[in-house]
């Protein structure tokens, strides 16, 4: 990559869709400003997902500010090589300063800046965003024997398709959407075991992006209005019914059985004794924030996280945080979700900025 020295107002780490969120505001400010984006081409975590995945939600409830997400033909959810073709035409469209492929390697506090250190030069900025998501930080709990065992252990990061799996045995790990999905997948193809460790919650099947949306929204209207909490999206359930996670389960062939006690050579072995073969576990068991960049500014606490008000560090408000999860705002780590917190980020940002942050 080409190298580069260079003093802008903000700097927008991460070129997925909160960083391209971000930089379409930033845009309006007449701020200067890059987006480091770590991949080679425009997309995202979504260039990485697997193949029959679909979006909770339909296209015009997917959308990033300005510019509504298209319907793709002959699919009411679409799919990640749609959103992908949204977010390069996004980019291009608002002609947002993304530089591929650089990957920035710590933030550290430099006088009235912050100096960005990449594998391709430093950069100085008045301000950075983070937006870097969850996708490159995969989270495998400890299970007892995963060591020993001899099968194919992967997350949901290295899943394609069944291909591989068919007439195999697969143990497939987690309560969540990518283990329904998944498992929903590979549900007549494989010899599929899905293991939860508590009963997995599905949403009512009527209830997809939109109805979580709204849910999100009222409670950061209420919230902001001193009004008691009414719950947010998890009061609701965790999995969304999409047609494939409906027809599996409809069909009888997702049963979630509980937790395995430990791995052993062949498979899991549960604490009574029971067992099953598997040739292969697919860990669904979640992501934890990208936040390694951040470590030379010290600002992690208890859990691992970087207390925020909204998406302004607490200790360290030159940096914003965006996208992550509902810490970072009501729904951020989505299409539809990230626009209002983008907003708010770089409204703090320009205020900053112009004040010369006194
Ligand atoms: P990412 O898409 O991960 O983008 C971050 C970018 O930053 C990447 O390009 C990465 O390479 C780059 N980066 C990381 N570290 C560095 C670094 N140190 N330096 C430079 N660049 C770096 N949301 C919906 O709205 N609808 C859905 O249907 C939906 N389905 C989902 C299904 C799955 C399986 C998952 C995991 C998530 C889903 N989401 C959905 C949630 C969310 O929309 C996606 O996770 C989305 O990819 C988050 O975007 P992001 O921009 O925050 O992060």
Request: glycine share 12%.
């Amino acid at each position: 990559p080409r190298a580069v020295t260079a003093r802008t107002d903000v700097v927008v780490i991460g070129g997925g869709q909160a960083g391209l969120a971000a930089g379409y505001y930033l845009r309006r400010t007449g701020l200067d400003f890059v987006i480091l984006d770590a991949q080679d081409a425009p997309g995202g975590a979504w260039r990485h997902m697997w193949d029959s995945l679909r979006l909770f939600s339909p296209a015009e409830h997917s959308s990033l500010p300005g510019r509504p997400m298209p319907p793709q033909p002959g699919r009411t959810y679409p799919d990640a090589s749609h959103v992908i073709g949204y977010l390069k035409e996004y980019e291009e469209r608002y002609g947002l300063p993304v530089h591929r492929p650089v990957r920035v390697l710590g933030v550290h506090r430099d006088g009235d800046d912050l100096r960005v250190e990449t594998d391709s030069g430093r950069r100085w900025a008045r301000s950075v965003i983070s937006a870097t998501g969850t996708w490159w930080r995969p989270l495998i709990p400890a299970v007892r024997g995963r060591e020993i065992y001899r099968g194919r252990q992967l997350h949901t990061v290295g899943y394609r398709d069944p291909g591989e799996f068919t007439g195999r045995s697969v143990t497939v790990v987690g309560a969540g959407n990518s283990a329904a999905q998944i498992a929903a997948d590979l549900a007549g193809h494989a010899e599929l075991t899905w293991v939860t460790r508590h009963p997995p919650r599905f949403l009512a099947d009527d209830v997809d992006g939109r109805a979580l949306f709204a849910a999100a929204t009222a409670r950061r209207r209420a919230l902001d209005a001193g009004e008691p909490d009414p719950g947010g999206v998890a009061a609701l359930g965790d999995i969304v019914a999409t047609p494939p996670v409906r027809a599996a389960r409809n069909k009888g062939l997702l049963r979630p059985v509980a937790m395995f006690d430990r791995l052993e050579a062949d498979g899991p072995v549960w604490a009574d004794g029971t067992r099953v073969r598997a040739d292969a576990v697919i860990w669904c068991t979640g992501f934890r924030p990208a936040l390694g960049h951040l470590a030379p500014l010290g600002l992690r606490r208890s859990g691992g996280l970087i207390p925020t008000d909204g998406t302004r560090s607490v200790e360290e408000p030159r940096l914003h945080l965006l996208g992550y999860g509902d810490w970072t705002g009501p729904a951020s780590a989505t299409l539809i979700g990230v626009g209002l917190p983008a907003r708010d980020a770089v409204r703090r940002i320009a205020a900053l900025v112009r004040t010369g942050g006194r």
